[in-house]
């Protein structure tokens, strides 16, 4: 339970977005949770003004495609609400594809996530029980690719940016989780990863049917690869 003394009340909020809901832009999202907290009665508050807005602030975005079992948003609240009630409202108001996880005090800023942990797994027939060796190799050597930023094209290694922890295949699907840089100034989206490492791997995506891949945010990081809070 928040203190009853405070009047503009800090609350982060834990959830997963998955299944259908990796479809939707990040703008979507943002609209679905203002609609979701003012359905939900929660007392939430909102900027002074003209045209006031809601203080809500999510964590990292995702990518069109990607499915996370670890997204944060904070609000602020105008009164006093015990957490579980938050949380209780508002699931009422999601699908099982979005739910609260938690709800608590934050005590740490967005911007000090340093590392995101993904799950990929690749599907195709060009992959084998070598895959795994040849993916491992692709990691730890130089990877150049030509990532898009606001100053323009430009080619970079990415992978200082990449810590490898697990890498297994068999035939037709090979499955590795890794940590990527999330930092504002090294943040790596994990699709640069799989584009660059599919045509080193063999696979070319010309089938949809049988090559595909799916991509699912595990975790977030402190640089010291403590789980962020």
Same mark, same amino acid.
């Given at each position: 339970?928040?203190?009853?003394?405070?009047?503009?009340?800090?609350? !982060?909020?834990?959830?997963?977005?998955?299944?259908?809901?990796?479809?939707?832009?990040?703008?979507?999202?943002?609209?679905?949770?203002? !609609?979701?907290?003012?359905?939900?009665?929660?007392?939430?508050?909102?900027?002074?003004?003209?045209?006031?807005?809601?203080?809500?602030?999510?964590?990292?975005?995702?990518?069109?495609?990607?499915?996370?079992?670890?997204?944060?948003?904070?609000?602020?609240?105008?009164?006093?609400?015990?957490?579980?009630?938050?949380?209780?409202? =508002?699931?009422?108001?999601?699908?099982?594809?979005?739910?609260?996880?938690? /709800?608590?005090?934050?005590?740490?800023?967005?911007?000090?996530?340093?590392?995101?942990?993904?799950?990929?797994?690749?599907?195709?027939?060009?992959?084998?029980?070598?895959?795994?060796?040849?993916?491992?190799?692709?990691?730890?050597?130089?990877?150049? /690719?030509?990532?898009?930023?606001?100053?323009?094209?430009?080619?970079?290694?990415?992978?200082?940016?990449?810590?490898?922890?697990?890498?297994?295949?068999?035939?037709?699907? =090979?499955?590795? /989780?890794?940590?990527?840089?999330?930092?504002?100034?090294?943040?790596?989206?994990?699709?640069?990863?799989?584009? &660059?490492?599919?045509? !080193?791997?063999? /696979?070319?995506?010309?089938?949809?049917?049988?090559?595909?891949?799916?991509?699912?945010?595990?975790?977030?990081?402190? &640089?010291?690869?403590?789980?962020?809070?």
């Amino acid at each position: 339970m928040v203190p009853e003394t405070q009047l503009n009340i800090p609350v !982060r909020a834990k959830f997963y977005k998955v299944g259908n809901l990796q479809y939707i832009s990040h703008l979507d999202l943002v609209r679905t949770m203002t !609609r979701v907290l003012v359905r939900s009665h929660i007392p939430a508050w909102y900027s002074q003004g003209f045209n006031p807005r809601l203080k809500l602030t999510f964590s990292l975005p995702l990518s069109i495609g990607t499915q996370s079992e670890c997204e944060f948003f904070d609000i602020r609240l105008t009164r006093s609400m015990d957490f579980d009630e938050i949380k209780s409202r =508002l699931n009422e108001s999601l699908t099982d594809e979005m739910k609260i996880t938690d /709800v608590y005090t934050p005590e740490h800023k967005f911007s000090e996530i340093a590392w995101s942990e993904y799950e990929i797994v690749m599907h195709s027939p060009s992959l084998d029980a070598s895959s795994s060796a040849l993916m491992k190799g692709i990691c730890t050597n130089p990877l150049i /690719v030509e990532k898009r930023s606001k100053a323009g094209d430009h080619e970079v290694d990415i992978s200082p940016f990449i810590k490898l922890r697990e890498c297994e295949s068999r035939a037709g699907e =090979l499955r590795l /989780v890794a940590l990527m840089s999330a930092d504002s100034a090294n943040y790596l989206n994990p699709e640069y990863l799989v584009k &660059a490492a599919c045509p !080193r791997l063999g /696979v070319t995506f010309e089938n949809l049917y049988e090559d595909y891949y799916s991509i699912v945010r595990k975790q977030v990081y402190f &640089a010291d690869l403590t789980p962020f809070c």
